[in-house]
């Protein structure tokens, strides 16, 4: 276990989060743990908030993070439910092995944690006292009161605290507020949409030896990964216009099986097995970085309200729990309130660059991974059969390079 001693004690009293997403309700944890009071947000019921579709990784960045909130309770909870990464890697659609990676590359036993989105939720939550989050209670603006911060909701009820945190997601009212319009623009379409959900693996041809499989197709692909108990967790992508629906097609599980029918087993048989449990189709968005400044004042964001990125390497809800523990971190240092808005500023500078690498990783591997031409499969595939390991480990390392301390 890491050492967790938390050293001083801030002068910010209450800060405000909106959003009560993966994010959101890891930096609560995170505030409570550097003595800052909290009051959190959400404008979905609890239900809906513990709710999610299919599964997530937490990688090995962010779950040593979770080593370090709540004295470790939540980093055992995340393991005793929870899948462990290990051996995976990408396949080609008839499954001859394109690059395999496994835990050895960072020296670790593991490359973290995969589990549903519901159980991650209800985990976070639990970690939390009950009165300090609020739920349907839905984000209007706030207002600068130079020394604190106003923040209304549609229901006219108001609070004030010393900072204001958007976790609000891809379409934060937050950050709309902060940029003075009534809604975002619209993000960024990637081409695919993305169906997810999980799966009993009992019975089904799955390779004992990977916790995690992706196999490349024709502007499509299809991966699985173990979220614990005998379950797995998996997703297909497919290059398509944005705001399809699957009824024409009689719906989702067609889709899939018509999708599947191109690629070796284990795919048809996963597909074929899914006919008892739900699916979730999405498109797949993302914006472009802000820069070195994501807010202003007493206000800030994290996660996807800041820096959304395509799902291809795994590391959105990574990103959004390092937000959440270098922002705890960094106001713990606030000895003045005159301090909390440059405190806020260092904050941003600090996360922009590896953020919007993260970013520009992601698109690259979602690129690779939805190639739609013939020649472009094959040149893909090919590069990475003769890619020697350690070569195509070099293009991920770095996101575990990141140990998190509170010193």
């Avoid at 999610?52 to 960045?61: A, L, M, S, V, W």
């Avoid at 092995?97 to 976070?124: D, K, V």
């Avoid at 499509?220 to 699957?246: H, I």
């Avoid at 922009?352 to 993260?358: C, D, E, F, L, P």
């Amino acid at each position: 276990m890491q050492q967790n001693h938390i050293p001083t004690q801030p002068s910010i009293k209450k800060a405000i989060v909106i959003g009560g997403g993966i994010g959101g309700l890891t930096l609560a944890r995170a505030f409570l743990d550097v003595g800052i009071d909290v009051e959190l947000y959400e404008k979905r019921s609890l239900d809906a908030m513990l709710s999610g579709p299919g599964g997530i990784f937490i990688q090995r960045n962010a779950i040593r993070i979770y080593q370090l909130l709540w004295e470790g309770k939540l980093y055992n909870a995340l393991y005793e439910k929870g899948g462990k990464i290990g051996k995976g890697g990408f396949f080609s659609q008839k499954g001859r092995p394109l690059y395999i990676n496994a835990p050895e590359f960072i020296q670790e036993e593991n490359l973290g944690i995969c589990l549903l989105r519901p159980e991650l939720q209800q985990i976070l939550y639990q970690a939390l006292p009950p009165d300090k989050v609020h739920t349907e209670v839905a984000f209007e603006k706030f207002e600068d009161l130079g020394d604190r911060v106003r923040v209304s909701f549609q229901d006219g009820s108001s609070t004030e605290g010393d900072i204001l945190v958007g976790a609000d997601g891809l379409y934060s009212r937050v950050r709309a507020s902060l940029e003075n319009c009534e809604r975002l623009t619209p993000p960024v379409y990637s081409g695919t949409t993305c169906w997810r959900g999980y799966f009993s693996g009992a019975g089904l041809p799955l390779d004992p030896e990977y916790s995690w499989l992706e196999f490349w197709g024709k502007g499509n692909r299809f991966g699985y990964f173990d979220v614990g108990g005998g379950r797995f967790s998996f997703y297909a992508f497919q290059n398509t216009a944005m705001g399809g629906d699957d009824a024409s097609q009689g719906g989702a599980l067609p889709m899939l099986r018509s999708l599947a029918s191109n690629y070796a087993e284990p795919v048809p048989a996963i597909v074929n097995s899914l006919g008892e449990y739900p699916i979730y189709r999405d498109d797949i968005f993302d914006r472009e970085p802000l820069g070195q400044q994501w807010g202003k004042s007493r206000v800030t964001l994290i996660g996807d309200a800041a820096h959304p990125v395509q799902p291809s390497l795994g590391q959105g809800g990574c990103m959004a729990i390092e937000d959440a523990f270098e922002l705890a971190k960094q106001l713990k240092q606030a000895g003045d309130r005159t301090q909390i808005v440059s405190l806020l500023r260092e904050f941003e500078a600090s996360r922009s660059h590896r953020v919007a690498q993260v970013f520009t990783s992601s698109r690259q591997v979602s690129q690779l991974g939805q190639t739609d031409s013939t020649v472009g499969c094959f040149m893909r595939n090919w590069i990475y059969q003769l890619t020697p390991t350690w070569l195509g480990d070099l293009q991920f390392k770095w996101l575990f390079d990141y140990h998190p301390t509170w010193g």
